[in-house]
């Protein structure tokens, strides 16, 4: 079992920034592929960003050049730098961590809401 609990939401001003972090509870974190989700109002759950056990990493093409997710092992953490927010950014993000078997090891964490308003 992993326990995910992310921090680091608010509001914010367009054009700001904001770090979120996801601290994993459990072992073999660093096996785990690790991820950014987000819901916004009245629409589905999408990818944001996602690094690999290997350091791999791939973004939304809505956040690329904005947004930077790194992970740290020795802490069990998962981070998204994200920057130049935009009021369409204004999301509940959740973190994720999935390894093979996926229907066996797919974690969600309860969210933080990200809000980009004046």
């Known amino acids: 079992q992993v326990q995910l609990v992310e921090s680091g939401g608010g509001l914010v001003q367009p054009g700001g920034s904001l770090r979120l972090s996801c601290t994993a509870s459990g072992s073999a974190f660093s096996i785990y592929t690790m991820g950014w989700y987000r819901q916004a109002p009245g629409k589905e759950r999408e990818l944001v960003a996602a690094?690999?056990?290997?350091?791999?990493?791939n973004y939304a093409d809505s956040v690329k050049g904005r947004y930077t997710i790194s992970r740290s092992n020795a802490k069990n953490t998962v981070y998204l730098q994200m920057n130049s927010l935009k009021p369409e950014d204004t999301a509940v993000y959740y973190c994720n961590a999935r390894r093979t078997p996926t229907h066996l090891n797919n974690y969600w964490g309860q969210g933080t809401q990200v809000t980009v308003s004046s």
């Open positions: 690094i690999t056990s290997g350091g791999m990493k």
